[in-house]
């Protein structure tokens, strides 16, 4: 079996770094995302500020804990294009160099985001993984009655990083199909404005923008019925909108309220072709990243009817 890159998407992110420093003119810690860990020298609200310049440090790293938006603004009086990190998506309105600079308000833009780290990701391929190390290894039982499914849920209380799934495949299992998705078809949000017919564009609350990364399946449910549109192709962070796979095949209505799930199908009904140990994923230079408490769901479908037992092997470290 191919390994993760072909099963698993991948999300790129590079790190973030929450600075922080101690302003003395404004008697209060003033915090900046950047993509590095270089200290801040100065105050990011005002490079003339009086600064506590032992007291700077880097608060956090690695992966925004909250929801930043990279903004753009024209500075006239330094003609360039100046870049700053910030926790929403409030234009910029002054130059993050020094609010005394003249700006071209006009030019002032979101670049990129970056969505809470809490839900950014159901599942995630890094070669970084904020885990111990320790390995562990757990089975899960899959007993299936005649042309029957089974399910199985499971998650971890702590974050941790997925090496491979092992799938035993006993004679006449071949035809049988096996998925797993991450994330259950998780509640993340509604939607913010009415989809018509044949829509693909839908603007969605700003929970679903955090949780939302192309490749995730997104589903509509109005009273408990679901309605997938297929996979996210792209988001747009600035008019908090979605295009989706599937063109809508039915009317929404945002008031109804219109609850919007993703999931993040790692196997999507693979079927087996083969006797033996089916290996997903044995990549150590990757590993699939699971945050602590994401549900991992697997569902075993028997295609014949005789009963059977599969047994599969999640191998990871944390
Ligand atoms: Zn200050
Ligand atoms: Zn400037």
Redesign the pocket.
């Known amino acids: 079996m191919k390994g993760p890159d072909y099963f698993f998407c991948r999300i790129p992110m590079n790190p973030l770094y929450k600075h922080r420093i101690f ?1 003395f ?2 008697n209060a810690a ?1 915090f900046l995302w950047k993509d590095n860990d270089l200290p801040l020298a100065a ?4 490079p003339g ?1 009086a ?1 506590d310049a032992g007291g700077t440090f880097v608060d956090k790293k690695l992966e925004p804990l909250e929801a930043v938006y990279r903004h753009r603004i024209h500075c006239v009086t330094e003609n360039l294009d100046v870049d700053r990190w910030e926790p929403n998506a409030t234009p910029l309105a002054s130059c993050p160099n020094d609010p005394a600079h003249i700006v071209d308000p006009a030019s002032s833009r979101i670049i990129d985001s970056r969505a809470q780290a809490s839900s950014s990701h159901v599942l995630k391929e890094t070669a970084d993984a904020p885990t111990g190390g320790h390995f562990k290894a757990e089975s899960l039982i899959f007993a299936a009655g005649p042309n029957g499914s089974v399910t199985v849920n499971k998650s971890w209380p702590i974050p941790i990083s997925i090496h491979s799934l092992r799938v035993g495949v006993q004679p006449g299992m071949i035809g049988d199909s096996f998925s797993a998705s991450f994330g259950n078809d998780a509640l993340v949000g509604t939607l913010a404005a009415d989809v018509a017919i044949g829509d693909s564009v839908i603007a969605v609350s700003p929970s679903v923008m955090q949780a939302a990364a192309p490749g995730y399946f997104l589903v509509l449910v109005v009273a408990s019925v679901p309605t997938d549109l297929g996979r996210i192709v792209s988001k747009d962070p600035v008019a908090s909108t979605l295009t989706l796979e599937t063109p809508s095949p039915s009317a929404f209505s945002a008031a109804a309220p219109t609850s919007v799930e993703i999931d993040a199908r790692a196997l999507d009904s693979i079927e087996f072709g083969v006797e033996g140990l089916f290996t997903l994923g044995d990549d150590r230079s990757n590993v699939i990243s699971v945050p602590a408490g994401t549900p991992m769901r697997c569902v075993y479908t028997n295609s014949t009817a005789a009963a059977k037992r599969l047994v599969a092997y999640v191998h990871y470290s944390y």
Not at 43 to 46: A, E, H, L, Q
């Open positions: 302003c003119t404004e003033v105050c990011p609200n005002n500020h600064v």
